[in-house]
């Protein structure tokens, strides 16, 4: 069953594909020049976007690395799970996983 809530990285994609007047995952795959299955899998919390996809999505997308770190680190500390400090030193913020 799908959540019916979306994860912070699903709004990032979201943003990213009205921003740029795309209308699937297919079309924002070949934006991004990434496999559209690693789109799918981001969506569905089955994979993490690590320093450099995060990096290629912001290049690509005009979205701050900021943002996309942060949605990224909002979705790890959401499922408990543990983030690489390269990530969270992409930012500059340890803060968000302090609590």
Partial sequence: MKNLIPTATETLFNDAMRA??????????KRLNWP???ISAYRKG???MGVRKA??????????????ARAIIED???NK???KQPLRNAIG???????
């Fill in 20 to 29: 740029l007047g795309l209308t699937s995952d297919y079309a924002l795959a």
């Fill in 81 to 83: 799970g543990s983030i």
């Fill in 46 to 48: 089955r994979q993490r």
């Fill in 76 to 78: 790890e500390a959401v």
């Fill in 55 to 68: 990096y290629e999505f912001a290049v690509r997308t005009g979205i701050p690395l900021e943002e996309v």
């Fill in 36 to 38: 559209q299955s690693d």
């Fill in 93 to 99: 913020d340890n803060s968000v996983l302090s609590s």
